[in-house]
């Protein structure tokens, strides 16, 4: 059964930056797709960065710039630096893998950006 552990969440200040991870286990496929969806305050999950095997990006036009997405095949690991944060960069952070035809998501890690 396929797992998704997630870290890094937190309170920063505005202008901070912050750093997740989100590792996965548990699959005998290769993982294709990796990246991370948020959930602001009230408002419906969305796009933040996606990742695929071969390393092309993709990014929210409201995080281009601070925003940096990597990944680890080794360690079956995806990264989100994020810089320059804002209050409305709040939210809950789900990571999300795509195994074979199966979408995967993690708990959710809490980002809180506020002075």
């Known amino acids: 059964q396929v797992q998704l552990v997630e870290s890094g969440g937190g309170l920063v200040q505005p202008g901070g930056s912050l750093r997740l991870s989100c590792a996965a286990s548990?699959?005998?496929?290769?993982?294709?797709?990796m990246g991370w969806y948020r959930q602001p305050p009230g408002k419906q999950r969305e796009l933040v960065a996606l990742i695929t095997s071969g390393g092309s990006t993709n990014y929210a036009d409201s995080v281009k710039g601070r925003t940096t997405i990597s990944r680890d095949n080794a360690k079956n690991t995806v990264y989100l630096q994020m810089n320059m944060l804002k209050p409305e960069d709040t939210a809950v952070y789900y990571c999300?893998?795509?195994?074979?035809?199966?979408?995967?998501w993690g708990q959710g890690t809490q980002v809180t950006v506020s002075s």
């Open positions: 548990g699959s005998r496929f290769s993982i294709n797709g």
């Open positions: 999300y893998v795509r195994i074979d035809l199966w979408d995967y």
